[in-house]
C-alpha cells in the first residue's frame, strides 16, 4: 500500500505561483508513473499533469500547459508541481495519484490508469 501526501497548497492571488509536492511512502517510487488531478465544487476531478517514471515524458491539457510544471526526484519519493500564472479558475482540490506500471515511459491521463491517490490539498486563487 502506497501512501500519499500533498503539501504547499494555499490562497494565492491570480498571477501567482505554487508549488505542490508530494510524498510517497513507497521507496520504490521509481517503479510508479505519477500525476495531479484537481477537482473544482461542483465538478469533476479533472487530469492536470502526469510524468513517467523516470521523468523523462510529461504531459499536460492545454488548460495548464505553458503554466503547470510537473517534476519528480525518485531519490525523495517525491512528485511536484510548480504552477504559475495563477487563474481563478484554477482553485480546486488537487490531488496527486501513482500507477504501477512496467513502462518507463507511461504517462497515464485517466483515472482508472491510477492505483494510489493521495488526500488532496487545497488550491484557492483570487481575483
Known amino acids: 500500500q502506497v501512501q500519499l501526501v500533498e503539501s504547499g497548497g494555499g490562497l494565492v492571488q491570480a498571477g501567482g505561483s505554487l508549488r505542490l509536492s508530494c510524498a510517497a511512502s513507497?521507496?520504490?517510487?521509481?517503479?510508479?508513473?505519477a500525476g495531479w488531478f484537481r477537482q473544482a465544487p461542483g465538478k469533476e476531478r479533472e487530469f492536470v499533469a502526469a510524468i513517467s517514471r523516470n521523468g523523462g515524458n510529461t504531459y499536460y491539457p492545454d488548460s495548464v500547459k505553458g503554466r503547470f510544471t510537473i517534476s519528480r526526484d525518485n531519490a525523495k519519493n517525491t512528485v511536484y508541481l510548480q504552477m504559475n500564472s495563477l487563474k481563478p479558475e484554477d482553485t480546486a482540490v488537487y490531488y496527486c495519484a501513482a500507477a504501477l506500471t512496467s513502462n518507463w515511459y507511461k504517462i497515464p491521463t485517466v483515472e482508472y490508469e491510477y492505483d494510489y491517490w493521495g488526500q488532496g490539498t487545497q488550491v484557492t486563487v483570487s481575483s
Open positions: 513507497e521507496r520504490t517510487f521509481s517503479a510508479y508513473a
